[in-house]
């Protein structure tokens, strides 16, 4: 079999794969045109053949690590990253370049129709050259996915810990979820630049949507509280519920050092009275005048 006749027919029949393969992805019933539009999609395709036909046509159709086959990989690599972070399914990316096969044997038939056991041995040396793409495709996908997971995992941490000023010289840091060590950073960062930047000298750490303590939760709260002591504020543990401080003791914990409160409520009149403030209702009545 002559590898280079095969490259040469596929690129004298490039504008008919191309069509081809656009046929191929537009009649497919999962195409997510709300994410990609057609032009996109055209251009990306129109891209990746021209590029993947100029490395095979130096004769190379099962090394897709040589040199001629890096801006074909390059290329791969930018469309699966990029429709890893617009949200394409694993399918839809994989479908992407399988799709192409098609298009590749539909011109081989064509030109091959009198010599079939030269188009089955060209067919077989096209299906893995694109399977091994797939494989690439897919794997640039997934590192595509993990970093979206991590950038959303980041960004859910940040907004989960909000760092309120409930009142001048007052911080409220209302924690939910688990407290493991990444997300402790995290709590430890935010509070200790909330006081820096407002001059706060008490900080109230809200456990209320804490689900469970054990002692690694413990430790990671004993460090926040010591953390934020030595940027000279004071440390006030709300939300401690019954079977948390059950806990607490049974795993032989010693908090006594920290004050802890019930409720947020009780937190914020023991750092009123740690502030020397009084909070009172008032008995005046505010009346209405009606102007008709």
């Not at 495709?137 to 997934?142: A, D, G, R, V």
């Not at 939300?239 to 010693?254: F, K, M, P, S, Y």
Request: contains cysteine; hydrophobic residues 40%; proline residues 2%.
């Amino acid at each position: 079999m002559n590898i280079q006749q095969t490259a040469q027919i596929l690129l004298r029949k490039k504008n008919t794969i191309l069509e081809n393969w656009m046929k191929n992805q537009l009649a497919d019933a999962s195409l997510r045109d709300d994410l990609l539009s057609n032009e996109d999609l055209r251009r990306q395709s129109e891209e990746l053949l021209n590029s993947l036909l100029q490395a095979v046509s130096h004769g190379n159709f099962d090394n897709i690590y040589s040199s001629e086959f890096e801006p074909v990989n390059d290329i791969l690599g930018d469309i699966s990253i990029t429709r890893a972070r617009q949200g394409f399914s694993p399918r839809e990316i994989s479908q992407y370049v399988l799709s192409l096969k098609q298009a590749l044997t539909d011109v081989l038939e064509e030109e091959r129709r009198n010599e079939p056991e030269l188009l089955y041995r060209e067919v077989v040396l096209l299906n893995k050259l694109v399977d091994s793409l797939s494989i690439i495709t897919f794997e640039t996908y997934l590192k595509g996915r993990e970093e979206v997971i991590l950038r959303q995992s980041d960004e859910i941490s940040e907004i989960s810990t909000p760092v309120i000023r409930v009142w001048d010289g007052i911080l409220a840091l209302p924690i939910i979820g688990t407290l493991d060590s990444s997300r402790t950073q995290v709590v430890m960062e935010s509070l200790l630049q909330e006081i820096v930047n407002t001059g706060s000298s008490i900080a109230i750490l809200d456990i209320s949507g804490v689900p469970a303590v054990d002692s690694l939760v413990a430790q990671h709260l004993i460090k926040t509280v010591s953390a934020t002591r030595l940027m000279g504020a004071e440390c006030i543990i709300s939300g401690i519920r019954a079977e948390i401080a059950q806990t607490i003791v049974h795993l032989g914990i010693d908090l006594s050092n920290i004050r802890t409160k019930a409720t947020l409520a009780s937190a914020l009149q023991l750092a009123f009275g740690m502030l020397s403030l009084e909070v009172r209702k008032s008995n005046q009545v505010s009346t209405t005048k009606l102007f008709k």
